[in-house]
């Protein structure tokens, strides 16, 4: 059964960082594209990075590049996230998703990440 | 552009058929995926490739395209089918991902 379990969500000050963490249970990450995925307060939802595949090729968003670091531990059948420099507009649940012929049909119930001071 | 543009909202009452457009340039190139998101939960994928069902999801859910227009469409609508409809893009260029505005369904 495909699962996936983010955590590392929490509160964290502007200008901070704060890394989120994946783990995936019922398939290997790296057969996958795998992709964060970010749903701000009363926003809609927004693509922001992915690593793919035996190649790892990895992309970022426009909104976040520069910010962030994704990454993927095979061994351990995980991905992370690290984002810098966070702003309160970053303010969001981030979910982590597995990508399968384009569209994301496994995700995890989400890290809550709120950036305060 | 790189957007995709849905109605904010759409009302129906129980047993009519709800229609939900998303439109955008990327749509002639790109397939459309559809996602329904319930209050406190994660979306679920409905709809891929622009008209298949994902694995376990009801018949009244239909998907299709024409242009620049992708359109998920739920005949038969029940109460627990209020909930948020996101459209998305296929990986533009092979690099990035563009969601729909969202629509809400409420069901009256």
């Known amino acids: 059964q495909v699962h996936l379990v983010e955590s590392g969500g929490g509160l964290v000050k502007p200008g901070g960082s704060l890394r989120l963490s994946c783990t995936a249970s019922?398939?290997?990450?790296?057969?996958?594209?795998m992709s964060w995925i970010r749903e701000a307060p009363g926003k809609g939802l927004e693509w922001i990075s992915y690593?793919?595949?035996?190649?790892?090729?990895?992309y970022y968003a426009d909104s976040m590049k520069g910010r962030l670091t994704i990454s993927r531990d095979d061994a351990k059948n995980s991905l992370s996230l690290q984002m810098y420099s966070l702003r309160a507009e970053d303010t969001a649940i981030y979910y982590c998703?597995?990508?399968?012929?384009?569209?994301?049909?496994?995700w995890g119930q989400g890290a809550l990440v709120t950036v305060s001071s | 552009s790189s957007e995709l543009t849905q109605p904010p909202s759409v009302s129906v009452f129980p047993g009519q058929t709800a229609r939900i457009t998303c439109s955008g340039a990327?749509?002639?190139?790109?397939?459309a995926y559809w996602y329904q998101q319930k209050a406190g939960q994660a979306p679920l994928l409905l709809i891929y490739?622009?008209?298949e069902r994902a694995s376990g999801i009801p018949e009244r859910f239909s998907g299709s395209s024409s242009g620049t227009t992708a359109t998920l469409t739920i005949g038969g609508v029940q109460a627990e089918d209020e909930a948020h409809y996101y459209c998305?893009?296929?990986?533009?260029?092979?690099?990035?991902?563009?969601f729909g505005s969202g629509t809400q369904v409420t069901v009256l």
């Open positions: 998703a597995r990508d399968v012929r384009g569209g994301f049909d496994s």
């Open positions: 019922g398939f290997r990450v790296s057969d996958y594209y």
């Open positions: 690593i793919g595949g035996r190649g790892g090729a990895i």
């Open positions: 990327i749509l002639s190139t790109q397939y």
């Open positions: 490739q622009e008209s």
């Open positions: 998305q893009s296929g990986a533009v260029g092979g690099l990035y991902y563009v």
